[in-house]
């Protein structure tokens, strides 16, 4: 426990319900469901889910995972963290110098995950160079020695119905932080999904 004296780290931001409602540790997942083994996440699989590795091209390694789900897409990443303070704050403000030096707009709001942020970046369409503008909601959640941080594109960004779905799939997600030291923001590794019931 830490005295008065030490200054506050940056607080974690998560749902108030998060142990209950998600995104879980591997400590609060029930173990009985047939999640789809990714190494630092488990997804649970849903009709209409189409997952997508994203992969480094020097290095192969799988960097993100893509959810195709509700007219929509999500690109999920998790991160070691510190055991005390939160890392979607710093995070956040790392977004949004990014969004602004491509030239986009970037506004902080609060959803139902906690503070989030709808960015509108300008993206190149087609073969004639047209720019045109992508709308993307950058989410995260601070859990125990883990952060999930997550990109929403397609209809959840502006459609009550597939955000509340996308948000749904978010928050199903297991992370599995593993008891290894690492860095707090070094990507938690990820592999090739191991189908339930094999391992």
Same mark, same amino acid.
């Given at each position: 426990?830490?005295?008065? !004296?030490?200054?506050?780290?940056?607080?974690?931001?998560?749902?108030?319900?998060?142990?209950?409602?998600?995104?879980?540790?591997?400590?609060?997942?029930?173990?009985?469901?047939?999640?789809?083994?990714?190494?630092?996440?488990?997804?649970?699989?849903?009709?209409?889910?189409?997952?997508?590795?994203?992969?480094?091209?020097?290095?192969?390694?799988?960097?993100?995972?893509? !959810?195709?789900?509700?007219?929509?897409?999500?690109?999920?990443?998790?991160?070691?963290?510190?055991?005390?303070?939160?890392?979607?704050?710093?995070?956040?403000?790392?977004?949004?110098?990014?969004?602004?030096?491509?030239?986009?707009?970037?506004?902080?709001?609060?959803?139902? !995950?906690?503070?989030?942020?709808?960015?509108?970046?300008?993206?190149?369409?087609?073969?004639?160079?047209?720019?045109?503008?992508? !709308?993307?909601?950058?989410?995260?959640? &601070?859990?125990?020695?883990?952060?999930?941080?997550?990109?929403?594109?397609? @209809?959840?960004?502006?459609?009550?119905?597939?955000? @509340?779905?996308?948000? &749904?799939?978010?928050?199903?997600?297991?992370?599995?932080?593993?008891?290894?030291?690492?860095?707090?923001?070094?990507?938690?590794?990820?592999?090739?999904?191991?189908?339930?019931?094999?391992?």
């Amino acid at each position: 426990m830490s005295d008065d !004296l030490t200054p506050a780290p940056a607080d974690k931001s998560a749902p108030e319900d998060r142990a209950q409602t998600g995104p879980f540790d591997e400590s609060e997942a029930n173990p009985v469901r047939p999640y789809i083994d990714l190494g630092g996440i488990k997804i649970l699989p849903r009709d209409g889910l189409n997952l997508r590795l994203e992969v480094e091209e020097q290095t192969k390694r799988i960097v993100a995972v893509g !959810l195709d789900y509700a007219d929509s897409t999500i690109q999920v990443q998790p991160f070691a963290a510190p055991r005390s303070s939160g890392l979607w704050e710093e995070t956040r403000e790392q977004i949004r110098e990014q969004v602004r030096q491509q030239g986009g707009r970037v506004e902080e709001r609060d959803g139902p !995950l906690g503070p989030e942020l709808l960015a509108e970046v300008p993206v190149t369409t087609g073969t004639d160079g047209q720019v045109g503008r992508r !709308l993307a909601r950058f989410v995260g959640v &601070d859990g125990p020695r883990w952060f999930l941080r997550g990109v929403i594109g397609g @209809a959840a960004t502006s459609d009550v119905d597939a955000a @509340a779905k996308v948000e &749904d799939l978010f928050r199903s997600i297991v992370v599995v932080r593993g008891g290894s030291p690492m860095p707090p923001r070094d990507l938690i590794p990820l592999r090739m999904p191991t189908t339930p019931g094999s391992a």
